[in-house]
């Protein structure tokens, strides 16, 4: 892969916009578990459009399937925003972005979906693992939060 100035531009704004958002949360709160589930949410955020936009969990990253990924962020953007960033709503918010992150996998598997590339079905089912651990990781660091404030 050979990386142009946009390449680091992307990356630069992507990692800017984590560390940002990782400030605004520890201004926010002193408490060392949703400090941490945040941070886990971020990090799991920021490798999911990283890897999917440089070199595409679906098949290559022109793959239109590798758009769904939008979905999932959506869903733990839009249930955090929701929950107004309490820890019960961050945590179901978390717990719904990984079964969405499972569900993608299970659609571009039984659709076939990126078939071509020369390691399927193992870049899917490795990346959905792996981002499934971090957003299930995040929930349960607010639970632990939310049963014991």
């Not at 605004?24 to 945040?38: E, L, S």
């Not at 949410?41 to 990924?69: C, H, K, Q, R, T």
């Not at 929701?82 to 659609?107: C, K, P, S």
């Not at 499934?132 to 049963?147: D, E, H, M, Q």
Request: proline share 3%.
């Amino acid at each position: 892969m050979s990386w142009d100035i946009a390449d680091f531009m992307i990356f630069g704004a992507l990692l800017s916009g984590v560390a940002g958002c990782f400030l605004v949360v520890v201004r926010m709160t002193d408490n060392i578990a949703y400090r941490t589930g945040v941070g886990i949410a971020l990090a799991a955020a920021f490798i999911l459009i990283w890897v999917s936009g440089a070199v595409g969990i679906i098949g290559d990253p022109e793959n239109d399937a590798n758009l769904m990924y939008i979905g999932v962020l959506a869903i733990g953007i839009v249930g955090a925003i929701a929950a107004r960033f309490e820890t019960r709503g961050m945590m179901l918010a978390m717990y719904a972005t990984a079964f969405a992150q499972m569900l993608v996998a299970v659609i571009a598997l039984l659709a076939g979906l990126g078939s071509t590339g020369p390691v399927w079905p193992w870049d899917i089912l490795v990346i959905t693992g792996f981002l499934t651990v971090l957003w299930l990781s995040s929930a349960l660091l607010f639970r632990k939060r939310y049963r014991h404030p």
